[in-house]
C-alpha cells in the first residue's frame, strides 16, 4: 500500500510541476538526455579500450588479455587527472585516486607531454597515498601518454613506448 500512495504522490507532483513550471518538463527532457548521451560516451570509449587491450595481446606473446589494463583519465575541475573511463579490473580505490601533474606515470607523462613508461620500482617510489592504492596490482610495466589539442602522437607510438613488436602491415 505505501508504494502505491508513493507512486501516485509522485505522478501528482510531476504533472503540478510541468503544468506549473513549463521549464521543468524541458529541463528534465534535457536532463535525461545528457543522461543518455553520457552512457552512450561511456559504452563507446569503454569499447574502444577493449579493442586496444586486445590488439596489443595480439602481438604479444607473452601476455594474457587478463595482465593487461586500459583506462582514459580526463582532467578534472579542480586540475588533478581520475580514471573516467577504464577496461580491466580496477578497484574502486584506483578509480578514485586523483594524480596531480608529475606524480605517477600519468603525472609525468602530463608534465613532460611525451610518452612514459615506469616499472614496478617506481610504483614502490609514490607518495604512500598512492603506492597503498596501486602496489598490490603487481604491474611491471606502465605507459601513459598525453593525448590533446597542443599534442602530437605519433604513428605506432604505444607499441614502442611498450617495446613490443610492431604487427607487419
Known sequence: MGWE?????????????????????????QALYEQE????????????????RREIVAISEDLNFSDLRTNLM??????????????GDYSTAEKQ?????????????WARKEPTVTDSEDTERLPPPY????????????????VGADDSLPEN????????PLRAA
Not at 37 to 52: D, G, K
Not at 157 to 164: A, E, N, T
Open 74 to 87: 580526463l582532467l578534472q575541475p579542480n586540475g588533478t587527472l581520475r580514471i573516467t573511463y577504464a577496461s
Open 5 to 29: 500512495l508513493a507512486e501516485k504522490f509522485g505522478k501528482w507532483l510531476g504533472g503540478l510541476l510541468v503544468k506549473r513550471l513549463p521549464n521543468f518538463a524541458r529541463g528534465l527532457g
Open 157 to 164: 607510438i604505444l607499441y614502442k613506448g611498450l617495446k613490443l
Open 131 to 146: 603506492r597503498e592504492v596501486v602496489l598490490h596490482v603487481g604491474l611491471t610495466q606502465l605507459m601513459s601518454f598525453r
Open 37 to 52: 548521451i553520457s552512457l552512450l560516451r561511456e559504452c563507446a570509449v569503454t569499447f574502444l579500450l577493449e579493442c586496444l
Open 97 to 109: 585516486l586523483e594524480w596531480r601533474e608529475g606524480i605517477g606515470c600519468c603525472g609525468m607523462a
